[in-house]
């Protein structure tokens, strides 16, 4: 028992006084972790756009692209703006809009008034 203390002890004073050398900074993550709105907003755009063309396609062009991909993308960033560390990493990792408007938006309030959020405070 004495021993295995001392193993212990002898191990975790090793660490000590080191100092940390410099990697070489060649890492391979995807960064989705640390994502900023700014970083997600090409990848929403690219979703809406998506689901917008296919609308398009099946309602013999009646939808307006771009302007729905402008108006969903700037919802998206309204809510990552109000919430970034929720929003932004879990836009990144999403691959549909059902998802992205599921999991990672500001859920709708049923009284309307979650844009009370977006008004400034005071008289």
Same mark, same amino acid.
């Given at each position: 028992m004495?021993?295995?203390?001392?193993f212990?002890?002898?191990?975790?004073?090793g660490g000590c006084?080191k100092?940390?050398?410099p990697?070489?900074?060649?890492?391979?993550?995807?960064?989705t972790?640390?994502?900023? *709105?700014?970083?997600?907003?090409s990848?929403?755009?690219?979703?809406?756009?998506a689901?917008?063309e296919?609308a398009?396609?099946?309602?013999?062009?009646?939808?307006?692209?771009?302007?729905?991909?402008?108006?969903n993308?700037?919802?998206?960033?309204?809510? *990552?703006a109000?919430q970034?560390g929720?929003?932004?990493? *879990?836009?990144?990792a999403?691959?549909?809009?059902?998802?992205?408007?599921?999991?990672c938006?500001?859920?709708?309030?049923?009284e309307g008034t979650?844009?009370?959020?977006?008004?400034?405070?005071?008289?």
């Amino acid at each position: 028992m004495k021993l295995a203390v001392l193993f212990t002890l002898a191990v975790a004073a090793g660490g000590c006084g080191k100092k940390a050398e410099p990697g070489t900074g060649t890492g391979t993550g995807t960064g989705t972790a640390t994502e900023s *709105c700014e970083g997600i907003r090409s990848h929403v755009e690219d979703l809406y756009r998506a689901e917008a063309e296919a609308a398009a396609a099946t309602s013999g062009g009646k939808v307006n692209v771009a302007e729905q991909v402008a108006d969903n993308t700037t919802m998206v960033m309204n809510d *990552c703006a109000a919430q970034p560390g929720r929003v932004a990493p *879990c836009a990144a990792a999403v691959t549909t809009v059902a998802a992205l408007e599921a999991e990672c938006l500001i859920p709708l309030d049923e009284e309307g008034t979650e844009g009370e959020q977006l008004l400034p405070s005071g008289p």
